[in-house]
């Protein structure tokens, strides 16, 4: 294998949960580009169908859309045995999906916080579980996850108590998967991002009294895009990280140095 194509994906198969838009978008595009045939997991099925497409005819790669709710732990399992049998052995899965509220603490009901622990927390567990059980006999594989700096610190000033929470556990959850399942040849990592111009960050974005606070707080000055968590993600999904398990790697422009 020769140096650059360790950082690339060629003939391999990856699915990507939350591909339909943001930042699982950019992961799958980049992960046809670099060689893989890709299944797009989300709950937006005509996005989906849509984003499929498009990589498809960009790509020449294999790339086919999948919906589901992946906090349901059946659709979890039925899901990874649909794309199994259609695109074969299962390599790499990019966990892109999550939500955020942004919901006052003392406002947040009990339905809203199953909801984001569910998204955020479970639907990546069950798809993550759901895969390794295909990978383990093979005893090779690659789990990325997408985690947030909000897993490390609280961020200012929005409330999402839920969402920090949630980021926290699934920072936690990565290294617990790493250590169970590195016997088996599968490595587990996260990317924890910043802020990033996506859907979930536009409310944000357009809010006066947050936009200013946010770039404050951001050492190099800027939002990131799409593409540079992807970036990242390829990397550790990639035989160039073959060292690297349990990691949770921030790539939020300086945000939690202060």
């Not at 992961?27 to 709950?43: F, N, S």
């Amino acid at each position: 294998m020769s140096v650059l194509n360790r950082f690339g994906l060629h003939g391999k198969t990856a699915i990507v949960t939350g591909g339909a838009r943001g930042i699982g978008r950019a992961v799958a595009e980049l992960a046809a580009a670099t060689g893989a045939d890709i299944a797009i997991v989300d709950i937006l099925d005509k996005e989906s169908q849509a984003t499929a497409h498009e990589i498809a005819q960009l790509s020449g790669k294999k790339v086919r859309a999948w919906t589901a709710d992946l906090s349901d732990p059946k659709a979890a399992q039925d899901v990874t045995e649909a794309i199994a049998g259609e695109l074969g052995d299962i390599d790499v899965l990019f966990n892109c999906i999550g939500i955020n509220p942004n919901t006052p603490m003392l406002e947040v009901s009990a339905e809203e916080w199953s909801k984001v622990i569910n998204v955020n927390v479970n639907g990546q567990f069950y798809i993550s579980q759901a895969v390794a059980r295909k990978m383990v006999p093979r005893g090779r594989g690659a789990i990325v996850a997408i985690g947030s700096n909000s897993g490390f610190i609280v961020d200012r000033p929005q409330p999402q108590a839920h969402y920090n929470t949630s980021k926290a556990a699934v920072h936690q959850m990565i290294k617990s998967m790493a250590i169970e399942l590195a016997p088996y040849g599968i490595r587990v990592n996260a990317v924890a991002p910043g802020y990033v111009i996506t859907e979930m960050t536009a409310r944000g974005i357009s809010n006066p009294a947050w936009l200013p606070m946010w770039k404050d707080m951001t050492p190099i000055g800027r939002f990131g895009q799409p593409e540079e968590i992807a970036n990242v993600m390829l990397f550790l999904a990639s035989d160039a990280s073959s060292y690297m398990t349990g990691s949770i790697v921030l790539a939020d422009g300086g945000y939690t140095c202060w």
